[in-house]
């Protein structure tokens, strides 16, 4: 099954439609903007979902470009966050097009490594003309000693895991799981500000579900 049929099946059931932005969102954006955004400041929202953090950006003045490739999700978001300064699209990693938009803040919360390492790495690097200078991004992917993994089968071809047995992942389709040289590819020309493996660990289970958190900066 591919990461499209997979969320849109997610979405179309009312799954993953978050009603709250993440703390770690929030502060992020609010460490840099916390006294508002420069006029014209303009956000890319990389998988949307419920629209949840581009409404949360764009109500703190930000005009928003929020996309996800599925048509349930987008759907969802127009109707739970029709905030004029978002506008919405269908797209995929590989179709995105944002147009004649030079992006101050792109935001990528789990999104993207829920495709395939060479997506990842060509998403990224065609962005990257779409980027004002000095544009931040905010990005998570999941990290290489991600428990998850093990449940997973790997895919050589794409560099990614896919029909999960267990684990957290189990119903979530292909997941690329990065280690520290992966970052590097992915990101090339871009500055890496600062680099976080965050990590819950069940005791109990001995399961580990940890992912990276980057702060970055187009020079």
């Given amino acids: 099954m591919t990461q499209t049929s997979t969320w849109e099946d997610i979405y179309a059931q009312g799954g993953q439609l978050n ?16 006294r508002g955004v420069p006029d014209n400041f303009t956000a890319l929202d990389v998988g949307c979902g419920s629209g949840i953090h581009a409404d949360f950006f764009a109500s703190n003045g930000a005009g928003v470009t929020a996309f ?3 048509q349930s ?16 699209q269908t797209a995929s990693f590989d179709s995105f097009d944002a147009g004649a938009t030079q992006f101050d803040f792109v935001f990528d919360r789990l999104s993207t490594t829920h495709s395939s390492m060479d997506q990842v790495e060509r998403f990224y690097q065609s962005l990257r003309p779409a980027l004002a200078t000095g544009a931040q991004l905010f990005w998570q992917g999941f990290h290489w000693d991600n428990s998850g993994r093990a449940f997973g089968t790997y895919d050589a071809e794409h560099q990614r ?4 047995t267990a684990g957290v992942f189990e119903h979530l389709g292909p997941t690329v799981f990065f280690k520290d040289a992966d970052l590097a590819r992915v990101f090339e020309g871009y500055r890496i500000d600062k680099k976080r493996i965050l990590s819950d660990h069940d005791t ?15 020079l």
């Fill in 19 to 34: 009603r709250y932005p993440y703390s770690d969102c929030v502060t992020f954006f609010m460490r840099r903007w916390a």
């Fill in 68 to 70: 996800d490739f599925s």
């Fill in 73 to 88: 999700a987008v759907t969802a978001a127009r109707s739970l966050f029709p905030n004029p300064a978002i506008t919405y």
């Fill in 161 to 164: 895991w896919d029909n999960f």
């Fill in 204 to 218: 109990d289970t001995n399961y580990t579900h940890s992912y990276w958190m980057l702060e970055l900066t187009v």
